[in-house]
């Protein structure tokens, strides 16, 4: 039995900017203040994280529970109006080939580790025509902490393999250095992309054990999952 678990943005789709519209919206409605998302880069952290910063840099003060709790009722609210519309969407290239060519395989269990709340990587991977394809994930809603919700994700897929999985039969494949971290720090192998902002060198350097210029090379990913 294998594992594989896939980053979202910007190893599997582009949203296009959906989501900072949306939590700008869910930010405005609630605090009245315009443009909260302006100089975060959210790329790597993960959406509690992303909300907590918002609170330092707008409110000068860290979010209370209950208002990162109103604040994600609203994002996930605005998410799913703001999707449909953002004419940036996009599929990377390869990703549902790839997804395609690896469900077929009885020994293989696919899922998720990523930054996105649950109900934002559901609403993200339907616009997508992917949310057919996981059967479990880590999420920010597990955790605000990346390396935390790496592993809850390898835990969750080796309980639903009910047989022990080792190290070396578990992947993550993802775009970022947060990604090749946590999924090292998880005894994950990881694959890496170039789809996002971050150049093979530096990937390499975290230690990713291949990177690919995208998801295009279905065959060869394959073979490094499938062993």
Do not use: Q
């Amino acid at each position: 039995m294998r594992i594989a678990l896939f980053d979202i943005d910007g190893t599997l789709l582009l949203s296009g900017g959906a989501g900072l519209r949306a939590l700008n919206r869910a930010w405005e409605e609630l605090f009245g203040h315009k443009g909260a998302m302006d100089g975060i880069r959210p790329h790597g952290m993960t959406d509690g994280a992303i909300i907590a910063e918002m609170g330092r840099r707008a409110l000068g003060r860290p979010v209370t529970d209950e208002e990162e709790a109103a604040v994600e009722e609203r994002y996930i609210l605005y998410l799913e109006d703001e999707l449909p519309r953002s004419d940036g969407f996009r599929l990377m290239p390869g990703a549902k080939e790839l997804l395609d060519r690896l469900e077929t395989e009885e020994d293989l269990l696919l899922g998720l580790v990523t930054g996105n709340f649950e109900p934002a990587s559901r609403l993200k991977l339907r616009r997508g025509g992917l949310d057919g394809y996981f059967r479990f994930g880590g999420y920010a809603t597990d955790s605000f902490d990346r390396m935390e919700l790496t592993r809850i994700g390898v835990r969750r897929g080796r309980e639903l393999a009910g047989i022990p999985v080792p190290d070396e039969s578990v992947f993550l494949v993802g775009d970022t250095v947060h990604d090749v971290r946590c999924g090292r720090g998880a005894g994950a192998r990881v694959i890496a992309v170039e789809t996002g902002s971050t150049p093979a060198d530096l990937l390499l350097a975290e230690g990713a054990e291949r990177v690919f210029p995208d998801l295009t090379d279905t065959e060869a990913i394959a073979r490094l999952i499938l062993g």
